[in-house]
């Protein structure tokens, strides 16, 4: 296996799971093509039961690079890391270690944190570690690049939990990117940048300092985009861009807010209606927040606006295969819906419960408890509008679902949705009395 197929890439926001390689658009398949049947379902058992077979560590790595990703989507990731400890294990034992099959069983970890951290994420980063003091070793540029990336890439997922460790990822997808700047990869190039702004937006900074630099980031990543000749990194860049500017919005105001739409709109542009229905759907997502945002400053219509863009996302969200990105979006809309209360209250507050119940459902079915969280806090908010006019029934059903809200924000450690409800469910407790 070539080493170059080492490389990682930063998982998307709309697509979690980390890929070995760039997949290509899809493209439509030919009329003799589409007539043929349809391949044989994947076999998990199977595919398990010969990996245990498996004599040598390079059959079974290369078995693993093969299925790793139809192994996680049919459920089977327990049982592949039973196996993939019990071969770390055995690797361990020898008195000589490959590089190359460190890396390749550190890449086989990493795969099965599904960009999510974890121990798994772990145990990918010592692996990497190990591999690499061989490669820098024997002066090996290509693979001291690669894995440096991987663990600059690792260091990143683990920093959900712990942001200073986007610091420790900085130096190392630097030191990577230099040398994909002297090779002349734009492609791979563009990637590194991708995660490089990723870990400087991380960083736990009050200032905006952080997030200019992440701006840079990811403004070179769609200028090497370009020079590769890839219009959806170029658009993955650009919603990345947006998504900064309206992190820089609490520091710039509008002019941030304006930049963040036009980079949306320029992301939408260059996405494929016909392949690319879930990167539309989450640009449309996001550019209904930033309208929201903008509507503070310049009034109501920028609400429509929103309410428009956001349920195009939900449109497009809901013919992908992720339940919980498409009842995320419907929670959007449904608060947006609510923000117009004012001006129409049976149409807006009856399409606000209409739509948060069934996402709070699927939501709470998928153990998605941000998002339950903010269904319960709409419909809360929903049944205790009618302020000292409402019913006791309607008042004992918002004290329910703020109180559930409050549960959902308090286990997430989001202290600032959890404060503010405080102050409601004290209003409503005292309404009640």
């Given at each position: 296996?070539?080493?170059?197929?080492?490389?990682r890439?930063?998982?998307?926001?709309?697509?979690?799971?980390?890929?070995?390689?760039?997949?290509e658009?899809?493209?439509?398949?030919?009329?003799?093509?589409?007539?043929?049947?349809p391949?044989p379902?994947?076999?998990?058992?199977?595919v398990l039961?010969?990996?245990?077979?498996?004599?040598?560590?390079?059959?079974?790595?290369?078995?693993?690079d093969?299925?790793?990703?139809?192994?996680?989507?049919?459920?089977?990731?327990?049982?592949v890391?039973?196996?993939?400890r019990?071969?770390?294990?055995?690797?361990?034992r020898?008195?000589?270690?490959?590089?190359?099959?460190?890396?390749r069983?550190?890449?086989?970890?990493?795969?099965?944190?599904?960009?999510?951290?974890?121990?798994?994420?772990?145990?990918?980063?010592?692996?990497?570690?190990?591999?690499?003091?061989?490669?820098?070793?024997?002066?090996?540029?290509?693979?001291t690049a690669?894995?440096?990336?991987?663990?600059?890439?690792?260091?990143?997922e683990?920093?959900?939990?712990?942001?200073?460790?986007?610091?420790?990822?900085?130096?190392?997808?630097?030191?990577?990117?230099?040398?994909?700047?002297?090779?002349t990869?734009?492609?791979?190039?563009?990637?590194i940048?991708?995660?490089?702004?990723?870990?400087?937006?991380?960083?736990?900074?009050?200032?905006?300092?952080?997030?200019?630099?992440?701006?840079?980031?990811?403004?070179?990543?769609?200028?090497?985009?370009?020079?590769?000749?890839?219009?959806?990194?170029?658009?993955?860049?650009?919603?990345?861009?947006?998504?900064?500017?309206?992190?820089?919005?609490?520091?710039?105001?509008?002019?941030?807010?304006?930049?963040?739409?036009?980079?949306?709109?320029?992301?939408?542009?260059?996405?494929?209606?016909?392949?690319?229905?879930?990167?539309?759907?989450?640009?449309?997502?996001?550019?209904?927040?930033?309208?929201?945002?903008?509507a503070?400053?310049?009034?109501?219509?920028?609400?429509?606006?929103?309410?428009?863009?956001?349920?195009?996302?939900?449109?497009?969200?809901?013919?992908?295969?992720?339940?919980?990105a498409?009842?995320?979006?419907?929670?959007?809309?449904?608060?947006?819906?609510?923000?117009?209360?004012?001006?129409?209250?049976?149409?807006?507050?009856?399409?606000?419960?209409?739509?948060?119940?069934?996402?709070?459902?699927?939501?709470?079915?998928?153990?998605?408890?941000?998002?339950?969280?903010?269904?319960?806090?709409?419909?809360?908010?929903?049944?205790?509008?009618?302020?000292?006019?409402?019913?006791?029934?309607?008042?004992?059903?918002?004290?329910?679902?703020?109180?559930?809200a409050?549960?959902?924000?308090?286990?997430?450690?989001?202290?600032?949705?959890?404060?503010?409800?405080?102050?409601?469910?004290?209003?409503?407790?005292?309404?009640?009395d």
């Amino acid at each position: 296996m070539k080493i170059s197929t080492w490389f990682r890439r930063r998982p998307e926001t709309a697509a979690p799971s980390p890929a070995l390689v760039m997949v290509e658009p899809l493209v439509a398949d030919p009329p003799d093509a589409a007539a043929a049947a349809p391949p044989p379902p994947f076999d998990a058992p199977a595919v398990l039961r010969q990996l245990q077979a498996c004599q040598d560590i390079d059959t079974f790595l290369s078995l693993l690079d093969e299925h790793l990703e139809a192994l996680l989507a049919s459920g089977a990731g327990d049982a592949v890391a039973q196996v993939l400890r019990q071969v770390d294990a055995w690797v361990q034992r020898q008195p000589e270690r490959g590089a190359g099959d460190l890396a390749r069983l550190a890449g086989a970890f990493h795969g099965l944190s599904q960009g999510q951290g974890g121990p798994h994420c772990r145990r990918a980063l010592r692996l990497y570690e190990q591999a690499l003091a061989e490669y820098r070793q024997r002066g090996q540029s290509e693979g001291t690049a690669i894995l440096m990336n991987n663990m600059g890439l690792a260091y990143a997922e683990l920093a959900g939990g712990e942001p200073e460790l986007f610091r420790q990822a900085i130096p190392l997808l630097e030191e990577a990117l230099v040398f994909y700047e002297q090779q002349t990869d734009a492609a791979r190039g563009s990637a590194i940048c991708m995660s490089l702004g990723d870990a400087y937006a991380g960083l736990a900074e009050a200032g905006p300092d952080h997030l200019e630099l992440a701006r840079d980031c990811y403004e070179r990543a769609r200028a090497l985009a370009e020079a590769a000749g890839s219009g959806v990194e170029q658009a993955i860049a650009l919603r990345a861009l947006g998504d900064v500017d309206l992190e820089l919005a609490r520091f710039e105001g509008v002019d941030a807010l304006m930049r963040s739409l036009e980079h949306y709109h320029q992301a939408l542009d260059l996405l494929p209606a016909e392949t690319e229905a879930e990167r539309r759907g989450q640009v449309h997502l996001r550019l209904s927040r930033a309208l929201v945002a903008l509507a503070a400053h310049e009034g109501s219509a920028r609400l429509h606006e929103a309410l428009a863009a956001c349920q195009a996302a939900v449109d497009l969200l809901a013919t992908g295969v992720s339940p919980v990105a498409a009842a995320e979006a419907t929670v959007s809309l449904a608060e947006i819906h609510l923000a117009l209360g004012q001006e129409d209250p049976h149409t807006h507050l009856t399409a606000a419960v209409t739509l948060a119940r069934p996402a709070r459902e699927t939501c709470r079915e998928h153990r998605q408890a941000l998002g339950q969280a903010r269904a319960a806090e709409v419909l809360g908010r929903v049944f205790s509008a009618a302020g000292e006019q409402c019913e006791r029934a309607d008042l004992l059903q918002a004290l329910s679902y703020y109180e559930e809200a409050a549960r959902m924000y308090l286990r997430l450690n989001l202290s600032a949705p959890y404060a503010s409800l405080q102050e409601r469910l004290r209003e409503v407790r005292r309404r009640l009395d």
